[in-house]
Each structure stands twice: as structure tokens, then as C-alpha cells.
């Protein structure tokens, strides 16, 4: 008689924790030091974001050593479900062995020993939209972007309810990724949009007066003096803050 064991379910609970270990968690890893640092510190800093710099380097580091030990858990924690699914399987096949023997020796015709057979973790069934990006678009069609995507995300959700709920009440509640969270991670881009500028936030007189000493010496004090070495050029850091 074979082991009852959820060969299924183990097999995809592992298989779970190792692409969370091998895929997601080294990927943020990745992205937190490419785009969340301050370092190297650069010109157009700026006193202010400068004094945040310890800040920031200590939040980082932080974070990427509970990334870090994160991932050495999942990957613990999948190698040892590995071992105790093989060990299983081995168990499963000795038990059967003997009982073949048992059964032969008063003349019984034993059924060959069948592996149990173990699914394959299919890919996350949802992750980030074709809207979830890093720039900053125009406010006009950002505004448009958000009612497209609050009215997928609406006429989604019904269908998500009703398919938790069957899940929920059905004997089969196999194991799932429902979120591809590698899939969060954008790169951070510069703002399209001019209203984005650092200068529309001085209003409208002085930034009017600043686009034009802009035209004609090609410098805009407000962004490219102030802003720069005072209170940081906030748009070229916004890709590592």
C-alpha cells in the first residue's frame, strides 16, 4: 500500500519557494542597488539631498541584507522540501518493493512500481499592466491611463471573487503563483511631461520669467541653479530615490 502523500502539492509548494528564491527576490535585490541608492554621489546632488545621503545608504543596505536573507530562506526552504519530497518518493518505492516480495512468495503477480508524476508550476496568472511604467506622462492622458486602468481592473474583479470563492469551497486547492512580482519593477525614467518640471512648481510668474532667461542664455536658473545645487536635481535623482 503507497504512502498517502499530496505528491502534487509538494511538488509545487517547492517549486513555489525556488522561484522565489532564484527569480524574484535576486531581482530585487538587483534593483534596489541599481536604482535606490544615492551612490555614487554625483554633481547636481544638491545640499539638501545630500544630507539624506547616510540616510539613504543605511536604508539600502538594510534592505538589500533582508532581501538577502530572504532569499537564503526560500532557497533553504525549497532545497529541504526537495529532499523531503525525494525522500518520499524513496519511501514510497521500498514500501512497494517489499510488499512485491511478500506478494511473490505465495505466488501473487505484484504491479509494477509507478513514480508518482509531478506537475510543473505553471507561470503567475497576472503581474503588471501595460500602464505600470516608470516616466511620468502627460497629466492628461495619465488621468486617462487611470480611468482605462480602474475600469480593466473593475471588470476583472468579479471574475477574480467568483474564482477565490470556487477555489475556496472546491476539494482542489492546488498551489498557485498569482503575482508575477518581478514584473513591478520598472525602470525609472525622467518625466515627460513639462508640468513634471522641477520650475512650473515656482508658479506661473517666475517660471514664466525663468523659461525665458532660459531661451536666451540657455540656462534655467531655477533648475539649473537652485534646484541643482541647492535643493538637488531632482530629475535626473528621481531614477535612484
Request: hydrophobic share 40%; glycine share 8%; charged share 20%.
Amino acid at each position: 500500500m503507497p504512502l498517502s502523500v499530496e505528491y502534487a502539492d509538494l511538488s509545487l509548494a517547492q517549486q513555489l519557494l525556488e522561484r522565489q528564491g532564484t527569480d524574484h527576490l535576486p531581482e530585487m535585490r538587483r534593483f534596489l542597488a541599481q536604482w535606490c541608492s544615492m551612490l555614487p554621489v554625483i554633481e547636481g546632488t544638491g545640499l539638501i539631498l545630500s544630507a539624506f545621503l547616510q540616510y539613504n545608504v543605511a536604508a539600502n543596505t538594510a534592505g538589500y541584507a533582508a532581501l538577502l536573507l530572504l532569499q537564503e530562506v526560500h532557497e533553504g526552504a525549497a532545497n529541504h522540501m526537495k529532499q523531503t519530497l525525494n525522500a518520499y518518493i524513496d519511501a514510497d518505492q521500498r514500501i512497494h518493493n517489499a510488499l512485491s516480495m511478500a506478494s511473490q512468495m505465495v505466488g501473487g503477480s505484484p504491479l509494477p512500481y509507478h513514480a508518482p508524476a509531478l506537475p510543473t508550476l505553471e507561470t503567475a496568472k497576472y503581474g503588471a499592466s501595460s500602464f505600470y511604467r516608470g516616466e511620468d506622462e502627460s497629466i492628461g492622458q495619465s488621468i486617462a491611463e487611470g480611468m482605462i486602468e480602474a475600469g480593466l481592473y473593475t471588470g476583472q474583479l468579479a471574475w477574480r471573487l467568483g474564482e477565490r470563492s470556487a477555489k475556496a469551497l472546491s476539494g482542489n486547492r492546488s498551489i498557485s503563483e498569482s503575482q508575477d512580482a518581478s514584473s513591478y519593477l520598472k525602470e525609472p525614467e525622467k518625466p515627460k511631461a513639462e508640468m513634471s518640471d522641477i520650475r512650473w512648481s515656482a508658479g506661473m510668474i517666475l517660471s514664466s520669467v525663468d523659461w525665458l532667461i532660459e531661451q536666451v542664455t540657455g540656462t534655467s536658473f531655477i533648475n539649473d541653479v537652485i534646484a541643482k545645487y541647492v535643493g538637488g536635481d531632482w530629475r535626473d535623482r528621481k531614477s535612484v530615490v
